[in-house]
């Protein structure tokens, strides 16, 4: 295992696919990768990437994006990543508008658990956020399940004005499908000011009426110290990310962006690590790891106590 400067450990790797999306929410943090790029790494080259943070005692895999979905070759990414001997888990974060068709496939190719960005029930509401079709959606959600990804759970980006008065209605709609349901605080990076300032909100209301009634309350101490409600026949885990020392404090991931750089905090663009540059020039394995234990040490709280 190894750890930052501060004595985080870095156990969770998050990897970017592509930029690329077939929906355009104006909420979506992109990973942090804020200017578009129109490098892609290959399926060998994530793969190899990926076997070197594994050898640093990195343990759990996230494909990200944009919509890795929208990668044709994103079955034989999984696959790869999949085999590398000492990974315990490969995930994804999708929005689910490609599930009905590739879950059963994604599954095979050794994915274990999805993270479904997910607004809205009300369809119209989905699609002025989204501009996609939430039937889609539920249809993706339900082959997912039947293909075997356990957890599911709903990223649900709470919005001021648009889904707050939905939280009720989704964690239903999760219990009744076997669903975890997952509450982000709207983060302000890649979201224009203005959007930021008419619908970011404080969950803290939400929160108190979550713990009104659960049956426990858990502290993950490797998700950034987030907690999860244990709800009757659901979990709702609550993420605020922002202006939360204690989340900083526990943070344990380190990011792959889209074209091939090491990005040791989302909230900042300004200490990157390139790695695909020195690949591509034929770096080795060695080498790479240097790189990758040059980004740990990049690593610091944005938000400090």
Request: glycine share 6%; proline share 4%.
């Amino acid at each position: 295992m190894i750890r930052d400067t501060f004595g985080r450990p870095v156990l969770n790797f998050r990897v970017s696919v592509t930029q690329k999306c077939n929906l355009r929410c104006p909420f979506c943090h992109r990973e942090g990768e804020d200017k578009a790029s129109a490098v892609e790494m290959t399926v060998e080259e994530i793969a190899r990437i990926t076997r070197v943070a594994i050898s640093l005692g990195i343990s759990r895999v996230k494909l990200t994006g944009g919509e890795p979905l929208l990668r044709d070759d994103i079955g034989e990414i999984a696959r790869r990543i999949s085999l590398i001997p000492s990974i315990e888990d490969t995930a994804m974060t999708t929005n689910g508008v490609l599930l009905k068709e590739k879950a059963e496939g994604l599954r095979k190719s050794g994915v274990k658990r999805l993270n479904i960005s997910f607004v809205s029930l009300d369809e119209r509401v989905y699609q002025d956020v989204t501009g996609g079709h939430l039937e889609r959606v539920l249809d993706g959600i339900r082959e997912a399940a039947r293909a075997g990804f356990y957890p599911i759970k709903l990223n649900m980006v709470v919005l001021s004005a648009v889904n707050e008065k939905e939280v009720d209605r989704i964690t239903q709609f999760s219990r009744e499908n076997g669903l975890v349901l997952q509450l982000i605080e709207l983060e302000p990076v890649n979201v224009d000011s203005k959007y930021y300032s008419d619908h970011h909100m404080s969950l803290s209301r939400i929160e108190e009426h979550l713990k009104s009634m659960a049956i426990s309350v858990e502290t993950r101490r490797y998700m950034q110290n987030r907690r999860v409600y244990h709800l009757p026949g659901v979990k709702v885990e609550v993420v605020n990310p922002i202006e939360n020392t204690e989340f900083c404090a526990h943070c344990t991931r380190l990011r792959l962006t889209s074209d091939g750089k090491l990005k040791p905090c989302l909230m900042r663009d300004d200490n990157l690590i390139d790695l695909l540059t020195p690949l591509r020039e034929g770096a080795d394995d060695a080498a790479l790891t240097s790189l990758f234990l040059k980004a740990v040490e990049r690593r610091e709280p944005y938000f400090k106590p």
